[in-house]
């Protein structure tokens, strides 16, 4: 597409891209507002989970993440077969009519099972979007480019979540179905803005020569497993933040409402971090932005280790939050090495490798982190923790070490 000036229009230009951060916003968001008020809903409860409450939650919210994880390969190789565009909007048409259906009971193996579609339809959300930003952004620019859709991806789920926790502290346990009735409204408004955003656009129509087996041998390859196995580790950590946080601060007397509006202000940031962290893995290389970013995970974890034994002092607050911003830099990096990776014909199947090691990493930590905490208390936490830690530490240095032995082989173009 080119300017009015005749000069190349590069993809910030396309409303190609623009309907997929679009797209993905209001997904996330939806997901978000629903992910807040996802535990009290299931058990009727507002304040407190006794022993089979949580194990109830854990069973229903693991159910997503078994649905994504299940079949985002599916969905990946279906956005390479037949095009990124019928792929998104199934996914995101599908959800809005879930989000309806859990509205008509709170049943935990009717809601186990619609949550499982739901992490069907999240797979395919992702994989696909992921796919258009690969696609239309060239490798000298990718980075940024990722960095914008980590913002709308990141800032989507913490202003859903934030706008959740809010509503769950405004409205009695009866009538949060209403939570979801708005979720999948906002979901079919982002379904039609992004369909009107890509009238008459060129966009990916698929390629009939894709063939599946020789696509998965590619992807699993060594390169792309130690690009995609960090998020392991990170998504065990979100997953269980994200399902218990609501109810759990509640419960220690930390008001739903506060909490929603310091999230959401704290998420507005990232707004303004995630591309320029994508900028930064541009100029300064992909690796040693993963590496800082894997450095601040780290940190985080150990300075949470220090909130659960000490409680919230200002300066392991102040610690967390520099730790989380630093750790922000590992996303748009990331995403932007695995897209470098592959090619446009299986570019959708290599993304939804990420797209199903993060339904593994939350399934996982949802089970790993509430087991340990069952058994052993607070140091099960802190053996949670250091186990995410060191997983991380290690993954970063073996991409790191084969980077290395790339670099030490004669190219034509530079080593990202």
């Known amino acids: ?8 229009a590069g993809p910030a ?27 009290s809903y299931i058990t009727g409860k507002s304040i407190g989970l006794g022993g089979n409450d949580y194990g109830t ?94 913002a709308v991806n990141l800032f989507g789920w913490v202003a859903g979540f934030a706008a959740g926790l809010i509503a769950f502290g405004a409205l009695p346990n009866a009538r949060l179905g209403f939570i979801f009735l708005f979720g999948a409204v906002v979901l079919a408004g982002g379904l039609a803005l992004a369909a009107y955003l890509i009238r008459g656009e060129p966009v990916a129509r698929g390629s009939r020569s894709y063939r599946l087996g020789p696509v998965l041998r590619s992807v699993f390859r060594r390169s792309v497993l130690l690009v995609t196995l960090p998020w392991l580790a990170i998504y065990m950590l979100i997953g269980t933040a994200l399902v218990f946080l609501g109810i759990s601060a509640n419960g220690i007397g930390i008001s739903p409402i506060y909490l929603g509006a310091l999230i959401g202000v704290g998420g507005s940031l990232l707004v303004l971090t995630q591309p320029y962290f994508g900028r930064l893995a541009d100029r300064e290389g992909r690796m040693r932005m993963m590496a800082v970013g894997a450095t601040g995970f780290v940190a985080l974890m150990l300075f949470a280790s220090l909130l659960v034994a000490y409680g919230p002092l200002v300066p392991l ?31 959708a199947t290599t993304m939804a490798i990420y797209s199903l090691t993060i339904s593994l990493g939350m399934l996982l930590g949802l089970i790993l982190s509430t087991q340990l905490y069952d058994r052993l208390g607070h140091e099960g936490l802190y053996l949670f923790f250091g186990a995410m830690a060191i997983m991380l530490a290690a993954l970063t240095l073996a991409r790191y070490r084969e980077r290395g032995a790339v670099a030490r082989v004669p190219v034509t173009t530079p080593v990202r």
């Open 13 to 39: 230009a396309s409303p190609s891209l623009h309907a997929v951060f679009f797209a993905t916003f209001f997904a996330r968001f939806a997901f978000g507002i629903t992910l807040a008020v996802f535990a």
């Open 317 to 347: 607050l102040v610690a967390v939050g520099v730790s989380t911003l630093t750790a922000l830099t590992y996303g748009p990096a990331a995403l932007a090495a695995l897209a470098d990776l592959t090619a446009e014909v299986s570019r």
């Open 1 to 8: 597409m080119d300017a009015p000036d005749g000069r190349r």
């Open 57 to 150: 939650v854990g069973l229903v919210s693991a159910m997503a993440p078994v649905g994504e994880f299940s079949t985002v390969l599916l969905a990946g190789a279906a956005a390479d077969r037949w095009g990124r565009f019928p792929v998104l909007f199934s996914g995101m048409a599908g959800s809005a009519v879930l989000f309806g259906l859990v509205t008509l009971s709170r049943d935990a193996i009717f809601l186990a099972g619609v949550n499982l579609a739901f992490g069907i339809a999240s797979g395919a959300i992702l994989a696909a979007s992921l796919a258009v930003v690969g696609d239309l952004a060239g490798e000298d620019e990718r980075g940024y480019e990722m960095g914008r859709f980590d």
